[in-house]
């Protein structure tokens, strides 16, 4: 069972950036990929990034290449989501996910492959 709490979201201006924290329970954290996602009002929730159990793999959604880095901390539990050049498209609700552990080698991209997920953080852009 993993637990996962999101911190970091706000109220930013277009351009500027922000760092969205997951801190993760759990012995079993370090199996885990984990990703982010987000949903916007009246939206699906979509794909923004993931990052393989051992870290060396990174994908990224085409809206936020270039722009979102995400990494993780496996002796903290921690999966950070850097968010630069943000733009009013990006408003929307944060989520952490972790997916069911095991080390796979698969990382997925749509909510469904993910069994935890955290509560949320809000994040808004002004223009």
């Known amino acids: 069972q993993v637990q996962l709490v999101e911190s970091g979201g706000g109220l930013v201006q277009a351009g500027e950036s922000l760092r969205l924290s997951c801190a993760a329970s759990?012995?079993?954290?370090?199996?885990?990929?984990m990703g982010w996602f987000r949903q916007a009002p009246g939206k699906e929730r979509e794909f923004v990034a993931a990052?393989?159990?051992?870290?060396?793999?990174?994908y990224y959604a085409d809206s936020v290449k270039g722009r979102f880095t995400i990494s993780r901390d496996n002796a903290k539990n921690t999966v950070l989501l850097q968010m630069n050049s943000l733009k009013p498209e990006d408003t929307a609700a944060y989520y952490c996910?972790?997916?069911?552990?095991?080390?796979?080698?698969?990382?997925?991209?749509?909510?469904?492959?993910?069994?935890?997920w955290g509560q949320g953080t809000q994040v808004t852009v002004s223009s």
């Open positions: 996910a972790a997916d069911r552990g095991g080390r796979r080698l698969r990382v997925g991209a749509v909510p469904s492959e993910y069994d935890y």
């Open positions: 759990g012995r079993t954290f370090i199996t885990h990929a």
């Open positions: 990052i393989s159990w051992s870290g060396g793999s990174k």
